[in-house]
């Protein structure tokens, strides 16, 4: 429950590479270790420094539970079965009063369903 705003994958930074001196898209901040300062700091660097120095994101944090996991196990009213990956079905008729149906990948294709529309 956070109500924070958190800043999207897609945010473009653009910041100066301490490796390559020049200004870059996308600069992460890397942790740097100086042995012999022994101050760590932190600088910032871009995608090809990083990839090629093998630099080590700052707090680069595990992905969290992914929002959309590929694989949506689910139960096909279609073939009476549960499935590895089920859509929900838009169904037009006037009589299914909102009843939400789930296909799986197989039965979408058979019976050329409509998978609803994901963003609500
Ligand atoms: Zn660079
Ligand atoms: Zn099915």
């Not at 929900?88 to 609803?116: D, F, M």
Request: glycine share 10%.
């Amino acid at each position: 429950m956070s109500t924070t705003a958190e800043p999207g994958n897609g945010l473009r930074i653009i910041g100066w590479c301490a490796w390559c001196q020049n200004a870059a898209d996308n600069v992460r901040i890397i942790q740097v270790d100086e042995q012999g300062s022994g101050a760590g700091g932190v600088r910032s660097a871009c995608r090809p420094c990083i990839d090629k120095h093998g630099l080590t994101l700052f707090a680069e944090q595990p992905p969290a539970a992914t929002p959309d996991p590929p694989m949506r196990p689910g139960y096909c009213s279609w073939h009476n079965q549960s499935a590895d990956h089920v859509e929900r079905i838009q169904l037009s008729e006037a009589g299914s009063g909102g009843k939400v149906h789930y296909a799986c990948v197989h039965c979408i294709r058979v019976w050329k369903l409509t998978p609803a529309d994901e963003d609500q």
